[in-house]
């Protein structure tokens, strides 16, 4: 499955942003879908995970209470409301996909897609 993440962008603390990540090639709605993230200088970290049928998720400690995982399986669409921003959230954002719920949380998942910068202002 091929993945292109977008609607990143510059943002003062406080504001919000959506992002979306589109999904083409295979069955989108088999798919457990999440976001990661990769700070300058530090390691990529888990983000939030959506099951296949929406009816699970998973945060990190970091975004519970702000940031809000969706998917519109008849769009092939992930979602990810970012409300509250705060400048360590700063990142690239990226959109993986994995058969296994599991596995994807943990960061290998099978299919990654490309970044999209979020930059927080203070």
């Known amino acids: 499955v091929q993945l292109q993440a977008s609607g990143g962008g510059l943002v003062q603390a406080g504001g919000s942003l959506r992002l979306s990540c589109t999904a083409s090639g295979r069955t989108f709605s088999s798919f457990a879908m999440g976001w990661f993230r990769q700070a300058p200088g530090k390691e990529r970290e888990f983000v939030a995970a959506?099951?296949?049928?929406?009816?699970?998720?998973s945060y990190a400690d970091s975004v519970k209470g702000r940031f809000t995982i969706s998917r519109d399986n008849a769009k092939n669409t992930l979602y990810l409301q970012m409300n509250s921003l705060k400048p360590e959230d700063t990142a690239l954002y990226y959109c993986?996909?994995?058969?296994?719920?599991?596995?994807?949380?943990?960061?290998?998942?099978?299919?990654w897609g490309q970044g999209t910068q979020v930059t927080v202002s203070s």
């Open positions: 959506i099951s296949w049928s929406g009816g699970r998720t």
């Open positions: 993986a996909a994995d058969a296994i719920f599991n596995r994807l949380v943990a960061g290998t998942g099978g299919y």
